[in-house]
């Protein structure tokens, strides 16, 4: 199913005559970190051929809500958790005082795990450091308490995340990654359709991909962009969400590899979102600087709509008035991603120097869109997408 529309509301297995496979939910002790999460979902053949140390059963007791557990309805009255005591702050501020001035950050980091353990009551010391100016340039701080943070909130505190975005906080967008309750999910639509988000935006929104509600935010946001910034970077960022994100280079193993690789769950495709490929068309054909236009193209190849292919063409050969960073770079990660399309290296690596962000030679540039040009004139019509291994292959 690629989505809950018409999903049985009792709780039941929601079955299909002639299905394979079943859902896989959580992740076991061999999973990596994002692959235990409540909202983790993959796929594979019916359990009982296929239990090992990822796929197998779990065993789980429903605790018998109280008053107190009620998700307060949007604008209504939760628990105030944006101030935190001064012993409270004094002793998380001890622990983030060490990230000052860190320009990197190393994983696992045992300073977030003494963060968490002081808990709920250091929320509005988080709360402060995403908000306050006086933060904004401590990088690994900020990074280190999105990420406690998102551990912390419940969904009871999805009013005061929620006021906080419209306000201008959107640092705090983050948390949404595990908020799971309708309400919560309801909320974070809510403000998807009003463009309130920003660079937490992959983080937060990529669990809930499968969610029809934030899907079809997105998807009505794509279609009226507004944004109360820089209105090319929130296309650009939404269109790399709906194409599945990931690095800039698109699939180019082939599909038998890639349906190899995902048996046993060892590496799960990311979710795109093909209905939001008309919104991404209507998108092509109006003025969008090149940062823009070429996530927007991109994101089209990757959820299996051809039509971005000659954008990146376009992008690629065409010298820019401001051909240095970051528009070169646009031009350069355009030859990348036809390389996976077209499985081959048309485009040459040697055109741009990754290091100083600018063209070597803008003879190579041209010569690799002239072979791409060529390319596409040939293998249009016998392209085809595999949506199961997002790979393309001429038929």
């Known amino acids: 199913h690629g989505d809950f529309n018409g999903a049985p509301a009792d709780g039941s297995a929601w079955e299909s005559p002639n299905a394979n496979a079943h859902v896989v939910r959580d992740g076991g002790y061999a999973s990596r970190a994002d692959g235990l999460r409540s909202a983790s979902r993959g796929f594979g053949a019916a359990p009982t051929a296929t239990m090992n140390v990822v796929a197998g059963f779990r065993l789980a007791r429903f605790a018998e809500a109280s008053p107190a557990d009620e998700i307060a309805p949007q604008g209504g009255a939760a628990t105030d958790v944006s101030v935190s005591t001064p012993e409270v702050e004094a002793e998380a501020m001890k622990i983030l005082e060490t990230y000052r001035d860190a320009t990197s950050a190393h994983y696992p980091d045992p300073r977030e795990k003494d963060l968490v353990a002081i808990g709920r009551p250091a929320l509005g010391v988080f709360l402060k450091v995403l908000s306050d100016p006086a933060f904004k340039d401590q990088w690994a701080m900020r ?138 068309n209507a998108l092509l054909k109006t003025p969008l600087r090149v940062d823009a236009r070429r996530h927007v193209a991109a994101a089209l190849v990757r959820v299996g709509d051809m039509a971005g292919i000659p954008a990146l063409i376009e992008i690629l050969g065409t010298p820019l008035p401001n051909d240095g960073p970051p528009d070169a770079y646009q031009r350069h990660a355009a030859g990348l991603q036809l390389n996976g399309v077209s499985r081959t290296a048309m485009y040459g690596k040697s055109a741009f120097d990754e290091r100083t962000m600018q063209v070597v030679s803008e003879d190579l540039f041209a010569a690799a869109a002239a072979s791409c040009a060529h390319w596409w004139e040939r293998a249009q019509y016998d392209l085809r997408f595999d949506p199961a291994t997002q790979t393309w292959s001429v038929r």
């Open 143 to 280: 990074q280190a308490v999105k990420r406690v943070l998102a551990t912390l909130v419940l969904d009871e505190d999805v009013p005061m995340l929620a006021r906080l975005m419209r306000d201008g906080h959107r640092e705090v967008e983050v948390a949404f990654a595990n908020l799971n309750a309708p309400a919560s999910i309801a909320t974070y639509a809510a403000l998807l359709r009003e463009g309130c988000f920003d660079t937490g935006l992959h983080e937060a929104a990529r669990p809930h991909l499968r969610e029809a509600a934030v899907v079809q935010a997105c998807c009505e946001w794509l279609a009226e962009p507004r944004y109360d910034g820089d209105l090319n970077f929130a296309i650009a960022t939404m269109a790399e969400l709906m194409g599945g994100t990931g690095p800039h280079r698109l699939r180019d193993d082939p599909p038998s590899q890639v349906a190899k690789s995902l048996e046993g769950h060892q590496q799960p495709l990311p979710a795109i979102v093909p209905e939001a490929g008309p919104a991404l």
